[in-house]
C-alpha cells in the first residue's frame, strides 16, 4: 500500500482555487474513508449507569413542563460522536425517556423507526395505529416508520423507558421529519397483534392467505422473552450464545428494517466472547449484572444500565452472579447493513 500524496503537497493558490469551485482532491482523504482491513470508527465503548441517568430524568420532570419538552428525554450520547450529534453508535439513536402519572405525548408519526424498552414503574401505553399497547418492564413495542403512535400513562409513579431510534440514520439521509394529528380513537381490540401471535409457530389461518403484513406484532412481552431465553439455554451447547432475535412472526425477518433487537441470556458464572461483527449494537441490562469488555475497555454493568459498542468490536461478556443468570438487551444496525449486503459475523478470524 503505497503512502499518498497529503493536501501540504498541493501548491496553495492551487488548493484555493479549487476550494473556490466547491472542489476537493480525493488523495489526501481517500486512506481516511476508506482504509485497508478494518473500518475507523469514532464510537467509543461507553457505558451509561441509570444510578446518574435517573435522578437527572426525574429532575428534568421539575425543571420542564411536558407542554415544554413534549418529550421529556435524556439521550444516550458517544463522547466519540460529538455528544450535540445524539448519537450512542453511528447508527443509532438512544433516550431515556420520563412519563408522569396523566401525561400524554401527541399523536405523530414520523420518517424514523422507532421501538420502546420499558425500564420502570407500569400503567404505561402506547397506542399504534388504534390499538392500544400495554407497557411492563422489559417490554418491546415497535413503532415502525410512518405508523401513528402515542404515548400515556394511567397508572402511578414514574415511568421510563428507553427508546431507540434510526433516527441518526435517517437524519444523515436529510429525510428525518414528522407530523401530528389529533388524539387517536382506541379500537375496541387492545394489544390485538400480542392476542394474535402470542405462540411462536402458530399465526392466524387468515394471514397465510394474505398479503404478508408489515409488522403484524407490535408488543413483544419480556415474560415470554423470557421463559424461551431459558428453554433455550438447555438447548445451546455450553460454549454456545443464549440469544433471541425478535422477529416478524409472519416472514421470520427482522422486525424492522433497519435496526435488530434481540436478547441475551448470560448463564450463572458464565464468560462469554461474542463472535466479532460488523454491525454496532448497544446492550442494556434487563436482569442481573456483569462484566463486559469491549475493544479492551472494561465496563461493570448492572441491570439498567446500558453501554455502547462500536463496529466491528470485540466483546466479551461474564456474568456476575454464579447462582443466577443475566439478562441483556441488544440493540443492532445489522438488518440495515443486511441489506445493504455486507453484514460480516467472523468466528474466531481476525483481518
Ligand atoms: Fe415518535
Same mark, same amino acid.
Given at each position: ?122 400503567? %404505561? ?20 416508520? %410512518? ?205
Amino acid at each position: 500500500m503505497s503512502e499518498l500524496g497529503s493536501l501540504e503537497d498541493l501548491p496553495l493558490d492551487y488548493r484555493q482555487e479549487l476550494t473556490d469551485l466547491s472542489l476537493v482532491p480525493l488523495w489526501p482523504s481517500l486512506r481516511a474513508v476508506l482504509p485497508y482491513g478494518r473500518p475507523s470508527a469514532q464510537t467509543t465503548p461507553t457505558l451509561w449507569r441509570y444510578a446518574d441517568i435517573r435522578p437527572n430524568l426525574l429532575r428534568a420532570g421539575e425543571l420542564t413542563p411536558i407542554e415544554k419538552a413534549e418529550r421529556r428525554v435524556l439521550v444516550l450520547a458517544n463522547p466519540g460522536l460529538r455528544l450535540e450529534t445524539l448519537r450512542a453508535t453511528a447508527t443509532i439513536y438512544i433516550g431515556m425517556q420520563l412519563i408522569l402519572p396523566g401525561e400524554t405525548a401527541p399523536n405523530h408519526r414520523h420518517t424514523p423507526c422507532a421501538v420502546r424498552f420499558v425500564i420502570e414503574g407500569s400503567g %404505561g401505553y402506547t397506542v399504534v395505529e388504534g390499538e392500544k399497547l400495554p407497557m411492563e418492564k422489559g417490554d418491546l413495542i415497535l413503532t415502525p416508520s %410512518g405508523l401513528w403512535h402515542e404515548h400515556g400513562h394511567d397508572g402511578d409513579g414514574p415511568v421510563v423507558w428507553l427508546d431507540a431510534l434510526d433516527l441518526p440514520l435517517i437524519y444523515a439521509i436529510e429525510n428525518s421529519y414528522a407530523v401530528e394529528a389529533p388524539l387517536q380513537q382506541f379500537d375496541d381490540d387492545p394489544d390485538a397483534s400480542q392476542t394474535r401471535y402470542c405462540r411462536a409457530g402458530l399465526v392466524p389461518y387468515a394471514s397465510l392467505d394474505a398479503p404478508r403484513a408489515r409488522y403484524p406484532l407490535l408488543r413483544y412481552p419480556w415474560r415470554e422473552v423470557r421463559d424461551g431465553l431459558r428453554s433455550l439455554a438447555q438447548a445451546t451447547p455450553a460454549d454456545a450464545p443464549v440469544q433471541l432475535a425478535y422477529v416478524n412472526p409472519e416472514t421470520g425477518a427482522e422486525c424492522l428494517h433497519t435496526l435488530g433487537f434481540s436478547a441475551l441470556m448470560l448463564r450463572p458464572g458464565e464468560s462469554l466472547t461474542l463472535p466479532r461483527r460488523s454491525s454496532s449494537m448497544v446492550m442494556h441490562g434487563v436482569e442481573g449484572g456483569g462484566q463486559a469488555v469491549v475493544d479492551g475497555v472494561e465496563m461493570r454493568w448492572e441491570e439498567t444500565d446500558t453501554f455502547a459498542v462500536p463496529t466491528h468490536a470485540e466483546v466479551s461478556l461474564a456474568n456476575a452472579s454464579t447462582s443466577k443468570p443475566a439478562f441483556l438487551f441488544v440493540v443492532d444496525d445489522a438488518p440495515l447493513q443486511r441489506r445493504l449486503g455486507f453484514h460480516e459475523v467472523y468466528h474466531g478470524s481476525k483481518f
